[in-house]
């Protein structure tokens, strides 16, 4: 094997090595490997090595990085390249910190180059406060976004730069509350169909150095010891080469919770058998009595120690030569790569309503009142699994250096999150809503800063909060928050809502009083979050996020969270008319489609249109195509099989062509088979268009044209 070259180190040339070095190693050492806290092998000049660390979106828990939009915003780009980008900074900054944490021998927890990212698992259900890790609802766009931020994290050198891992598999999108003992049940349809392409995709695509088995059963079988998840599909179909890492205390979960076996010497001796090799967990040396037992063999136990020392081999852990030794630790949350941030928060927020109010124009504003929860919030930027900022600009400090010359600027917090005692129980209820009305009195208008935070939605155990372990138990703001926004509008006074989460969230039917005069979701926006709403509120820059969630009214249509069918669920699946759709998200200009041609070329679809911008706004526009055969396992609605971000100037048209392989255009039979079916394909392509200064229209701007296929189908 050579080291210190430019030759890529392949699976099987880093197996060679790590076979080398783990038949040094004694069976006590090896069982010893088998956990993510792998001690030291001074013999041998092995270093100790924890496996966990995590950069959804950005470098996290380590101490000072750039700090990203969090990823359903960075999925609201819609964008492979800049996603891919996104991944490639956050595994320059990780190498650096790597490299000196080393250098330290600080080998801890969240300073190692194995990173358990992306997640992407189904956002099936608005109300699951995981959702916000994920990239949406789509799998399609699940699978696009995913394979380009592991390609970002892995890179493309002799060596990996960082191991991405493909979480949660499989079938894992809430409850919360119910995680470590719950049994998704799914048919082969939605199985193959929703749940698993993303996964496939990593594998075949991305070449994803790991994966992590998810806390919850499907079908009956936990699935960090599911040998149908595990062997025949990951292993087996997909040819899968890396290591498996089950979520952590996921394996505790087999017997103590899942009941599925009798005691953790047998759930480890399943574990190596089944192909679940590292333990993130407690009970790892528990293989020492099972092996007394003759439950497992020392040779499955070596092979899940050789599957984990390939990815250290690939990561160039014992090659002195290797070029990212050298990266430094001053390109760790540099300039560059905050501006970088800055870009990205802009792009990612979706502006829903504009009633002919925004931009804002400064010259005719003396007075603004920013209030709420969240216009000085930290943790509203922040998102969950997140980084140290060096610093972070609020809503309301972007708004103040953004009028600083030319308007005052009254902020009030107006309410808590969630409580009724803004700040002491020893005062009235709703205490601090005076100060927010006398704000909105003394100022031209009022941005409204509301929503959640990561303290109350993401993942059972961080978010212990007043829905439950971090999932939501309505679409709503709570009860606080709306009843400050309902006292601020009858005031009279234009309003514009910045709302901050990592979901759907409606308003209660309030998105159609006359004084809301737009709103802007701002998501989880990183620490550049306040200046770049500030951008799009006073025209730096135009909007251009679209919605990777469907955004519902309400609950009411939706089936029961625990029910993992996709009937009813998300847009490819609705039977009503969503608040805002999938896709969704105005910009400041008026934009219109022509000229859709459809040809089917070399297993292709060739999706031709021009697209033209006759506003007066520099906008960027995303193109989305939507498809739908008369196949009659086709799913209820259109899906999107292709998406391509483009940017134009004032009066500008450009040609735009976008391949769609005919794979995208397969249904999924009720057995799980994939296969292209029906005669003809219906091809829609999609923008979003307001009127010039916001005024958007009842629905989307479709083009649309039917295309009969003529392929053979046993090519296929």
């Not at 809502?497 to 409606?506: E, T």
């Not at 993992?564 to 609705?574: G, P, V």
Request: charged share 25%; hydrophobic share 35%.
């Amino acid at each position: 094997m050579k080291e210190g070259g430019n030759d890529v180190i392949s699976h099987e040339m880093a197996r060679e090595k790590a076979i080398e070095i783990v038949n040094k190693m004694t069976l006590e050492e090896k069982i010893d490997q088998i956990n993510f806290r792998s001690p030291e092998i001074e013999r041998l000049n092995i270093s100790d090595y924890n496996y966990w660390n995590e950069g959804l979106h950005g470098v996290a828990r380590a101490g000072v990085a750039t700090v990203f939009p969090q990823a359903i915003g960075l999925a609201a780009l819609f964008d492979e390249a800049l996603m891919e980008q996104v991944a490639s900074v956050i595994a320059t900054e990780g190498r650096a910190k790597y490299n000196q944490y080393h250098k330290e021998s600080d080998n801890d927890i969240y300073k190692g180059l194995t990173y358990w990212s992306p997640n992407i698992n189904i956002f099936r259900d608005p109300r699951w406060g995981r959702g916000q890790e994920t990239y949406g609802e789509d799998p399609f766009l699940t699978a696009r976004l995913g394979v380009a931020f592991i390609k970002g994290l892995q890179g493309s050198g002799p060596y990996l730069k960082l191991a991405a891992c493909a979480k949660h598999f499989a079938v894992h999108s809430g409850p919360e509350a119910d995680r470590h003992s719950f049994d998704a049940k799914v048919d082969k349809k939605d199985l193959y169909e929703t749940y698993l392409p993303a996964f496939e995709s990593a594998v075949k695509e991305a070449d994803v150095e790991s994966f992590m088995g998810a806390y919850n059963a499907v079908n009956g079988v936990p699935c960090c010891v599911d040998p149908f998840l595990i062997q025949d599909v990951l292993r087996g179909e997909w040819e899968f080469k890396g290591h498996v890492v089950s979520d952590y205390g996921a394996l505790e979960d087999v017997d103590q919770n899942h009941r599925y076996t009798n005691s953790p010497e047998e759930t480890m001796a399943l574990a190596m058998k089944i192909g679940c090799n590292l333990c993130a967990g407690n009970i790892s040396h528990h293989l020492r009595a099972a092996l007394e037992q003759g439950l497992v063999t020392e040779e499955e136990i070596t092979s899940s120690v050789i599957e984990l020392y390939t990815t250290r081999v690939r990561l160039g852990m014992f090659d002195e030569a290797n070029e990212f030794n050298a990266i430094p630790y001053e390109v760790n949350d540099c300039e560059e790569h905050r501006e970088f941030s800055l870009d990205i928060a802009k792009k990612s927020m979706v502006l829903l309503k504009n009633d002919h109010f925004l931009p804002l124009e400064k010259e005719k504003i003396s007075s603004i009142a920013v209030i709420g929860p969240n216009a000085y919030s930290i943790e509203a930027l922040q998102g969950n699994y997140f980084g140290t900022a060096s610093r972070n600009y609020t809503f309301l400090e972007g708004i103040q250096n953004e009028v600083q010359e030319s308007a005052r600027v009254y902020y009030a917090l107006g309410s808590h999150l969630f409580s009724e005692y803004a700040e002491s129980s020893l005062s009235r209820k709703n205490e601090r809503e005076s100060e927010a009305v006398i704000a909105a009195k003394h100022a031209d208008l009022s941005i409204l800063c509301l929503g959640l935070d990561p303290t109350i939605e993401g993942e059972q155990g961080d978010s212990g909060n007043v829905y439950g372990s971090g999932d939501k138990e309505t679409l709503f703001l709570p009860s606080v928050q709306e009843r400050l926004l309902r006292k601020i509008l009858d005031i009279g006074k234009p309003v514009v809502v910045l709302i901050s989460a990592g979901s759907a969230i409606s308003l209660n039917g309030l998105e159609n009083h006359p004084q809301l005069k737009a709103i802007l979701h701002t998501w989880y926006p990183g620490s550049q979050g306040g200046t770049a709403a500030a951008d799009i509120l006073f025209g730096k820059t135009s909007p251009s996020g679209k919605l990777p969630v469907t955004f519902y009214h309400n609950t009411d249509h939706l089936p029961d969270f625990s029910d993992y069918s996709m009937k009813k669920r998300t847009y490819r699946y609705l039977e009503e008319e969503a608040l805002y759709p999938f896709g969704y998200g105005l910009t400041y200009s008026n934009v219109k489609l022509a000229n859709l041609e459809v040809e089917e070329e070399n297993q292709q679809m060739i999706v031709s249109c021009q697209i033209h911008n006759n506003g007066h706004y520099p906008i960027e526009e995303v193109i989305q195509v939507y498809a739908k055969t008369n196949s009659p396992y086709e799913v209820l609605n259109e899906k999107l099989v292709g998406f391509e971000r483009v940017a134009l100037n004032a009066d500008e048209t450009k040609s735009v062509q976008i391949s769609i392989p005919m794979k995208q255009l397969e249904i999924v039979t009720d057995d799980g088979e994939k296969k292209l079916d029906g005669d003809h394909v219906i091809m829609k392509v999609n923008i979003v268009s307001p009127s010039e200064k916001g005024e958007a229209l009842t629905g989307v701007q479709t083009l649309n044209k039917k295309v009969n296929f003529k392929y053979v189908q046993k090519e296929f």
